[in-house]
Each structure stands twice: as C-alpha cells, then as structure tokens.
C-alpha cells in the first residue's frame, strides 16, 4: 500500500524551477525515497532515488529532509514537456506501490 | 534506464475472448516480472508478482484464475487475460526487475473490450 502523501495537482511557469513535496512519515530505515513520472497513456518513466542524502542527476534534484519524513523533487528549469503525474514511492526496493501522485502541469 | 517492450500497444477485443500481453526485458534479465493495471484518471494498481519459473503471487482482489501470468524466461512473460469483459478494459503495465532495486516500466498495453 502507498505509504506517501502528495499535493493533487501543481501549476509551474514554464522556466521555473518545479518543487513537488511528499510526506512519507511512517518511512522505515531500509525504505528508499523514489519518484517516477508518466506521461499521458505511458509507463512510469523513473526520476531518481535517495535513502537519506541528497541526490541529482541530469533530470532532478531530490532534497529528503534529516527526519527523513519528507522530500522534495526539484525540477530546475521547467518545460511543457514535464508536465506529467508524479509518484513518490517509499520502498525497500523490492515492491512499488503507486499513490495518487501530483499532476503537475507547466505553464507557458 | 532498462529497456522494457510491450506487446500489443493496444488491443480491441470482443467480450469473452481471451487477449495475450507479451512483456520482454531487452537489455537484463528479469528474475521478477510485476504486472500492474490503471484504470481511467486513477492511479497504478499492482496486480501481481512472478518470479521466473513460479507461480505468481496476486495481490487481493485480483483473479489468478482471470489473469493468467507466465514468467517461463527471464526476459519474456505474458499476461492473459481470460474470458474478457468491458470492465477488464484497461491499462497494463509491466514492469520487469532483477529483484530489488530501481524499477523500470514497459510502454502499457491498453486494452478496450467490447
């Protein structure tokens, strides 16, 4: 069962940065913080991943705070190509239930 | 990221009949194959699990006898689903895995039963 609660829908201004939060209070020690999102009528495309630190890469940012019940996905600079439903899972990586997530939709 | 097939991308069939959905692993071999469906404007719904050369484990208040999984190699399995009904119209989604670890997800296969 999905463990992670998340705003239903968010608006971005096209070239903004795109801050989507989670609440994942009842996280255990061993579960990671994943996101994934998907496009209109495709599969989950993954984003990133983190256990308690800090991660980027080339599509992301993801901020977990020290108590490690919260986290935040930064999209640096938005496109209309982001916009999409975003999951947050907490998993100890061997089984992926999806919440509602956050329909995010970038403005021009 | 992993590559993942699905086959068909969308299928149209008649109530009763039975439609097969191939998933393939294209570049890792999948030891666990999990199958999952979405309904219109909802959320994905993990239906169950298979590990390669087992029996699938379903989640509750899935069928096994209507959704007939087959994990027969590690990078191939299907998914039947039998005797189909408008309601059993869908998106389904697999997701091939090496056990745990970072999930990645097929393209879907939709399917409308008339």
């Known amino acids: 069962d999905a463990k992670t609660t998340q705003p239903t829908s968010m608006d971005c201004a096209e070239g903004r940065a795109a801050n989507l939060p989670c609440n994942h209070s009842t996280i255990s020690g061993n579960e990671y913080v994943y996101w994934y999102r998907q496009i209109h009528s495709q599969g989950p495309q993954y984003i990133i991943h983190?256990?308690?630190n800090n991660e980027t890469n080339e599509m992301a940012s993801l901020i977990i705070t020290e108590d490690r019940k919260s986290s935040t996905l930064i999209l640096p600079h938005a496109t209309l190509r982001d916009t999409a439903v975003y999951y947050c899972?907490?998993?100890?990586?061997?089984?992926?239930?999806f919440g509602t997530g956050t329909s995010l939709t970038v403005i021009p | 990221g992993a590559v993942v097939s699905q086959h068909p991308s969308w299928v149209i069939c008649k109530s009763g009949t039975s439609v097969k959905i191939e998933c393939r692993s294209l570049d890792f071999q999948a030891t666990t194959m999990f199958w999952y469906r979405q309904f219109p404007k909802q959320s994905l719904m993990l239906m169950a699990t298979?590990?390669?050369?087992?029996?699938?484990?379903?989640e509750q208040g899935v069928e096994k006898d209507k959704f007939l999984i087959n994990h027969a190699s590690l990078t191939l399995s299907t998914l039947t689903v039998t005797s189909a009904h408008p309601e059993d119209s869908s998106f389904y989604i697999c997701s091939p895995s090496q056990g745990e670890g970072t999930q990645y997800f097929g393209p879907g296969t939709r399917l409308l039963v008339l």
């Open positions: 298979s590990n390669e050369g087992s029996k699938a484990t379903y």
């Open positions: 899972i907490v998993t100890p990586g061997n089984q992926f239930y």
């Open positions: 983190g256990l308690k």
